[in-house]
Structure formats: C-alpha cells, structure tokens
C-alpha cells in the first residue's frame, strides 16, 4: 500500500524555470492539499482540491496553478521558479470523513538559483 | 482565524526522562487534533489522532491529552529514547471552510544518550 506518492524527491531548477510537481494517493481519498515548509514558518497551505473537479487557493498560492487530474492525482505547477519559492513541498490526502487525519507525501525538496 | 502555537521550539532531555510536549490553539472550534512525528529531511508520519469529542489518546509510550474548552493539547512522551528525536508537530481541523489542518511551527526534541 503506497500511500501517497510524491515525485520527484528532489529538484534543482533555474530561476524562470517552470516545472511541475506530481502528487498520487492510492487510499480513494476525497481531498488533497499542497504545504509548503520553510525554516521557521511551519507549513503553510498552498492549494487544495476539496473534491475530484475543484481546487482552491490556501494561504500562499502567488505563484503556483494546480490540477487535479483526477480523484487519485493532484499536481503544482511552478510557471516561472523564483529563489522565495525554494522550499520542501508536501502533498497530503484526507478522507471525507471528518473525523479522519491526514496522510502525508515524502516530500520534495526544491532549490531554485 | 485559527492560530497553532508550540511552545518550547526546542527542547534537550537526557535518556529515560518522561516529558511533555505542549500545543495551544486559539479556536476550540475544531473536528480533531493530529500529532506528528518529522525526523530531519524527512516527511510527517501520523502519530495520534484525537477527535474533538475525546479527552486522550494512546499509542504505546506515547499519550495525547485534549482539553477543547482551554485550548491544549499535549503530548506525553514516557521513558525517553534516542531514538525519539525528531521534530514534533500538531495540527488542529477547523470546523470551517473546508476543514483543512492548521499546523504549529513543531518542537525539536534531542533525547541525550
């Protein structure tokens, strides 16, 4: 049971380059999010995609589009990388129950120079 | 708008000592509290979950409290081991908008040999 599957672990890109990180869960769950975690700030939402066919902005979108392709995979696309967007990402999925917790991704490690 | 706080950010306990890890929220409208576990350059693992109707949790030496009304949750570590340090985060489930997690900034625990 693979759980949530991020790829790739880890990505170094230029500044003004675009790139797109994949999300899959495998659990049927409903919800997806995208955190991004920076030293001292914690994690801090990005996107999310409540159900299959919708997706909604979080705390810190600028700069990013998302896509849920379907139930399984969520994806963030970064158009034109910039050095504040170097961060590890991390997708997570949840149940539509609301008594349910979040299963986390790996993560991906970015650095943009 | 909710706010997750973790208090202290750091923390070094010699081997063996039971300690408690501390998180305050400033809405008690929420559906659960999660607690996880994140070891350096790694992901989140899921450690407890604890619904909003509940008092604790237990895991093996591992024990969540949730007091709703006040605002706290703390995490009771029993008969600490090296192998027990990590960066501890907890994260609250709104009740609004999409009922997203709110994480804290985590506390970094080193269990001394």
């Known amino acids: 049971n693979a759980g949530v599957t991020q790829t790739p672990k880890f990505q170094v890109l230029k500044t003004g380059q675009s790139m797109t990180l994949q999300c899959a869960q495998d659990?049927?769950?409903?919800?997806m999010y995208w955190y991004r975690q920076d030293p001292g700030m914690g994690l801090r939402l990005i996107y999310y995609?409540?159900?299959?066919?919708?997706?909604d902005k979080g705390e810190v979108p600028n700069g990013y589009n998302v896509s849920r392709l379907n139930k399984r995979e969520f994806s963030l696309r970064l158009e034109s990388a910039a050095p504040s967007q170097t961060s590890v990402y991390f997708c997570?999925?949840?149940?539509?129950?609301?008594?349910?917790?979040?299963?986390f991704g790996s993560g991906t490690r970015l650095t943009v120079v | 708008k909710q706010e997750v706080t973790q208090i202290p950010a750091a923390l070094s306990v010699p081997e063996g000592e039971n300690l408690v890890l501390n998180c305050s929220f400033t809405d008690s409208a929420i559906y659960n509290l999660q607690w996880f576990r994140q070891d350096p350059g790694k992901g989140l693992t899921s450690l407890l979950l604890i619904q909003s109707s509940q008092r604790e949790q237990t895991s093996g030496r591992l024990n969540a409290s949730l007091d709703k009304s006040s605002g706290r949750s703390t995490l009771y570590i029993a008969a600490s081991q090296p192998g027990d340090s990590a960066t501890y985060l907890c994260?609250?489930?709104?009740?609004?908008?999409?009922?997203?997690?709110?994480f804290g900034t985590g506390t970094r625990l080193k269990v001394l040999a």
């Open positions: 995609s409540a159900s299959e066919g919708t997706t």
């Open positions: 994260a609250v489930r709104t009740t609004s908008g999409t009922y997203k997690y709110i």
């Open positions: 659990m049927n769950h409903n919800s």
């Open positions: 997570a999925s949840i149940t539509a129950s609301l008594a349910a917790g979040y299963t």
